[in-house]
Every structure is written in C-alpha cells, then in structure tokens.
C-alpha cells in the first residue's frame, strides 16, 4: 500500500473513531493517545480504516 493511501486510511480511523465515542474536537490527549494506537496498529501491518478504527476501540475498551 503506498504511503499516501495508509495515511488516508488512518486519517479515517481517527475520525471514526472521534465520531464512535462522541467527540468533535479531541483534546490533545485524546488526540494523541488515538493517534499512537492508529500508528502501532498500522505498524502491525492494519491498513484497513475500519479495522483500525476498531482495533482502537478494542484497545481502549470501548468495543468487545
């Protein structure tokens, strides 16, 4: 996957999972702590924005 899309990607999980837990504007930690569990799940080779989104969730205990 170029570089480019996987950015798009994540880009979309950030903001689904932003919408998944009711918030508009993140804090900065907020902001970073989903960006950091974005980047190590990307890192585990996820590129599907849908499966980042939840792995997120799932980390964060929000989704079984």
């Not at 950030?14 to 990307?42: M, N, W």
């Not at 080779?45 to 929000?62: H, I, Y």
């Amino acid at each position: 996957m170029a570089e480019p899309e996987l950015a798009e990607n994540m880009n979309v999980a950030f903001k689904t999972v932003c919408r998944s837990i009711g918030v508009t504007e993140p804090s900065r930690y907020a902001a970073e702590l989903i960006t950091t569990k974005i980047v190590e799940l990307a890192k585990d080779g996820v590129r599907d924005p849908d499966e980042l989104s939840r792995g997120v969730l799932k980390s964060l205990n929000l989704l079984d």
